[in-house]
Nanobody, 129 residues
Framework: QVQLVESGGGLVQAGGSLRLSCAAS?????????????MGWFRQAPGKEREFVAA???????????DYTDDVKGRFTISRDNVKNTVYLQMNSLKPEDTAVYYC??????????????WGQGTQVTVSS
């Protein structure tokens, strides 16, 4: 069973930075590990649907494919450390509208919540104006 645990959320002023971490453990029923899965970050603000933020998957050699929603391009960076089984979301130039619960997920490389089978419990990010 794959388990994902997020950390790093908190309260920050607009323009500030936070780095979220997501530690993965376990294997899928088919025996796949963290390094073979695509990882995504999603967020959900009060009264809104969960939305895609960023995703990353392994490519040939040491390269990775990454994807971002337009709202965070140039401000957020997703990365992963397969030795530590951890995926990160570096968030810079934060805005009040970035306030949400942030979730990491493991599954297929996609912007859709339906393509991610495993989810963490979420970590709260609050950006004050």
């Amino acid at each position: 069973q794959v388990q994902l645990v997020e950390s790093g959320g908190g309260l920050v002023q607009a323009g500030g930075s936070l780095r979220l971490s997501c530690a993965a453990s376990g294997r899928t029923p088919s025996g796949r590990t963290f390094s073979s899965a695509a990882m995504g970050w999603f967020r959900q603000a009060p009264g809104k649907e969960r939305e895609f933020v960023a995703a990353i998957r392994w490519s040939a050699g040491s390269a990775y494919y990454t994807d971002y929603t337009d709202d965070v391009k140039g401000r957020f960076t997703i990365s992963r450390d397969n030795v530590k089984n951890t995926v990160y979301l570096q968030m810079n130039s934060l805005k009040p509208e970035d306030t949400a619960v942030y979730y990491c997920a493991a599954g297929l490389y996609s912007a859709s919540t339906y393509d991610y089978r495993y989810w963490g419990q979420g970590t709260q990010v609050t950006v004050s104006s």
